[in-house]
C-alpha cells in the first residue's frame, strides 16, 4: 500500500488582485488626518492673513487722516485777512469726536498770487451784486469772504462773473463799503459720523453736503496750544478771535478701528496716534 505524504502548499499573495481591506482602511485614516491637518493650518492662516489685513486697514486709517488734515492746517489762513475777524479756522469741541474747519484762500492760477480785489462802491444789505476793482480769475460757485467796517465780514457763494463785478446766492447779510477787502476761499468742515454702523470721518466742502472720507476713524479730538510758548497754554477751544490769532500748535489724537471683527472674536482691531501741526500761515 503506497502512502502518499502531505505537503502544504503556500502561494504569494498575487498582486494584482488589488489591495486588502485592512490597506484600504489604513489608507483612508492616513489620508483623513492629513487633510483635518491642511485643514486646520488653512483655516490658521486665513485668520492670521485676515487679521494682519485689519491691521493694515486700520493703520492706514491712521495715516490717512493725519496726512490729510495735516497738510490742509499747514495751508490754514493762507492769502487770508490778518487782522479784524479770526475765519481761518473754527471748532466744535464734542469730546473725542470733535469738528474742524479750516479754511484756505485761493491762488490765482495764472500768477500763482493770492486771488483777491476790493469793492468799488457800497452795497446794502440783501443786495447780490458786488462792483469790485478786478474779478479776473474768480469762478462761479466759488466761495468769497468779504470784509465790511468794524473788522468783521461774509461768506458768499459767486453765482455769476463779470469783468468787474460778481454775483453772490442771496444776499448781503450787513452793509458792506467801497474798499472792503475780498477774497476767494476754500472751506473744509472734518468730523466723525456714523454711517450704517461704521464711524466715518468725512469732509464737507464749500458748504457742502458732507462725504466720506476715512472709514473707521471712531474719534478725532483737537487741542490747541496758545502762545506764549514755552509753556503753551492748551484749550479744546480757543473762545475768540485773539485766542485764535495766539495758536501756535494744532493736536490731533485719531482713534481708527477695522470695518470688520477679528475673525478670532475679542471686537475690532483699535490703533491710536497722536500728532502736532503747526500753522504756518497763522505763525
Known amino acids: 500500500m503506497c502512502s502518499r505524504r502531505f505537503t502544504p502548499r503556500f502561494r504569494a499573495a498575487d498582486s494584482s488582485n488589488g489591495f486588502s481591506l485592512i490597506e484600504v482602511l489604513v489608507a483612508i485614516l492616513l489620508t483623513g488626518i ?11 492662516t486665513a485668520k492670521t492673513r485676515r487679521e494682519m489685513d485689519l491691521v493694515a486697514e486700520t493703520q492706514q486709517a491712521l495715516h490717512a487722516t493725519h496726512t490729510f488734515v495735516a497738510q490742509e492746517l499747514r495751508q490754514a489762513g493762507a492769502c487770508l485777512p490778518e487782522n479784524g475777524e479770526f475765519i481761518s479756522l473754527a471748532a466744535e469741541n464734542n469730546g473725542s469726536v470733535d469738528s474742524l474747519t479750516l479754511r484756505i484762500g485761493v491762488a490765482d492760477r495764472t500768477n500763482l498770487t493770492c486771488l483777491t480785489t476790493l469793492l468799488t462802491s457800497d452795497r446794502a444789505t440783501g443786495e447780490n451784486t458786488l462792483d469790485v476793482q478786478d474779478a479776473a480769475g474768480f469762478e462761479i460757485d466759488q466761495w468769497i469772504y468779504v470784509t465790511r467796517t468794524g473788522g468783521l465780514g461774509g461768506t458768499f457763494r459767486v453765482t455769476s462773473v463779470g469783468a468787474d463785478w460778481l454775483q ?8 458792506y463799503g467801497a474798499g472792503g477787502g475780498v477774497y476767494a476761499i476754500e472751506e473744509r468742515v472734518y468730523a466723525v459720523q456714523t454711517i450704517g454702523e461704521l464711524p466715518v470721518l468725512t469732509v464737507a466742502i464749500d458748504g457742502g453736503d458732507p462725504q466720506p472720507l476715512v472709514a473707521g476713524v471712531e474719534e478725532f479730538d483737537v487741542r490747541y496750544r496758545l502762545a506764549p510758548c514755552p509753556p503753551c497754554t492748551e484749550t479744546d477751544e480757543p473762545v475768540d478771535s485773539a485766542e ?3 495758536v501756535r500748535e494744532v493736536e490731533l489724537r485719531v482713534v481708527a478701528r477695522s470695518t470688520a471683527p477679528r475673525p478670532q472674536g475679542g471686537g475690532y482691531v483699535r490703533a491710536e496716534a497722536t500728532t502736532a501741526v503747526r500753522p504756518r500761515n497763522l505763525l
Not at 453772490?168 to 452793509?175: R, T, W, Y
Open 168 to 175: 453772490i446766492d442771496g444776499g448781503l447779510d450787513a452793509d
Open 244 to 246: 485764535w490769532r495766539s
Open 34 to 44: 492629513a487633510m483635518a491637518v491642511f485643514v486646520r493650518d488653512f483655516g490658521f
